[in-house]
């Protein structure tokens, strides 16, 4: 069985539209970016990368990390060192899960859906990847390709962790399934950015296909015992300590 730690890296605000899908509109909605620490059994597995201020501000104003909050300082806390990670499951390749960071993690496998890494690296059209950061796709694609595992579907990482794919907020995002001692926890990463898309079944805004999110938030309601949505500030107010 494994602990969840949910890992802050940074707060922004977005107009209310791009969270909850046709709705909220005139609203400006405050969220949290995570990266999601996964220990037990002998693993220490992380859940996307994180990323830096100097990387937000690429993409305009808005995403403000405090000094604490950078992803390697979350780490330690955890007395958690970079090298000691063997597994990076990567949700998606938007700048806030894929960022150049990735070459912290010298010894680490990564895994994304084929899907996704096909997007990012030709899209077929430049708007589905505006939230890409392109060096950091590189990295990934170039001189880290034999770290780099393509998975298609539902697929088994370790016992007991598994993805799956939604589709929904970008053409091959994926979920992680963790098994922990209160049942199966989803980790959604960014096809549900908060609990009331769920309770008020409400696509997230800021997506590819309204139809796969639709599907996605099915499946995570069904499937999860403890949801764990990828920008809801109240994951800190829940789950500061860990979910197991």
């Known amino acids: 069985m494994y602990k969840i730690y949910p890992l802050k890296v940074a707060e922004e605000t977005d107009p209310g539209p791009l969270v909850f899908y046709m709705n909220n509109w ?8 995570y990266m999601w620490l996964i220990r037990g059994d002998r693993q220490t597995v992380l859940v996307d990368t994180g990323f830096t201020q100097e990387v937000a501000d690429e993409f305009g104003p808005g995403v403000i990390q405090q000094p604490e909050e950078h992803p390697l300082r979350q780490l330690e ?5 970079p090298d000691e990670i063997r597994t990076i499951i990567l949700t998606h390749a938007h700048f806030d899960h894929l960022s150049p960071l990735v070459e912290e993690y010298t010894k680490a496998q990564f895994f994304i859906q084929a899907k996704e890494m096909s997007y990012a690296t030709n899209p077929p059209h430049p708007g589905l990847v505006e939230y890409n950061l392109q060096r950091a796709v590189d990295k990934l694609s170039g001189e880290l390709s034999g770290r780099v595992t393509l998975v298609e579907g539902d697929t088994e ?4 962790i598994n993805v799956f794919w939604t589709g929904g907020h970008t053409p091959g995002h994926q979920s992680v399934a963790v098994q922990t001692e209160s049942g199966k926890a989803i980790i959604t990463g960014d096809v549900v ?8 079944d409400i696509p997230v805004g800021l997506n590819t296909s309204v139809e796969e999110c639709y599907l996605a938030m099915r499946r995570i309601r069904k499937e999860g015992d403890i949801i764990l949505p990828g920008h809801d500030p109240l ?3 829940k789950h500061s300590s860990g979910i197991s």
């Open 193 to 200: 950015f908060t609990y009331k898309n769920l309770d008020d």
């Open 235 to 237: 994951i800190m107010a």
């Open 77 to 81: 806390k955890h007395g958690v060192k």
């Open 157 to 160: 990482i370790l016992p007991g």
């Open 26 to 33: 005139g609203e400006e909605i405050k969220l949290f970016s």
